[in-house]
């Protein structure tokens, strides 16, 4: 089994940051990608962010440049650094783990993210 966990979510300024945290325990061996994702009210839950074991990104078109999702592997934990944040990041954001080819997925609690005007 895998657990994670996450924190850093909050209520921030539009233009403001967070830095949201996503730690990562159990039996990780086979994991090889690891993302963040959202789900504000009334709409799908979207990607945002994924890296790779190997350290390769994707972002959505809606972060790009904004945010950065990084990984620090001596404490199985990924991280989603975001900047210049705006009215339409407000969601729950969720961290995910992911075999090579998506084959399950492994969730976190979600935590909110609130950006105020």
């Known amino acids: 089994q895998v657990q994670l966990v996450e924190s850093g979510g909050g209520l921030v300024q539009a233009g403001g940051s967070l830095r949201l945290s996503c730690a990562a325990s159990g039996i990780i061996f086979s994991i090889n990608i690891m993302g963040w994702y959202r789900q504000a009210p009334g709409k799908q839950r979207e990607l945002v962010a994924t890296?790779?074991?190997?350290?390769?990104?994707n972002y959505a078109n809606s972060v790009k440049g904004r945010f950065t999702i990084s990984r620090d592997n001596a404490k199985n934990t990924v991280y989603l650094q975001m900047n210049s944040l705006k009215l339409e990041d407000t969601a729950v954001y969720y961290c995910?783990?992911?075999?090579?080819?998506?084959?399950?997925?492994?969730w976190g609690q979600g935590t909110q993210v609130t950006v105020s005007s």
């Open positions: 890296i790779t074991t190997s350290g390769s990104t």
């Open positions: 995910a783990a992911h075999g090579r080819r998506y084959e399950y997925a492994y």
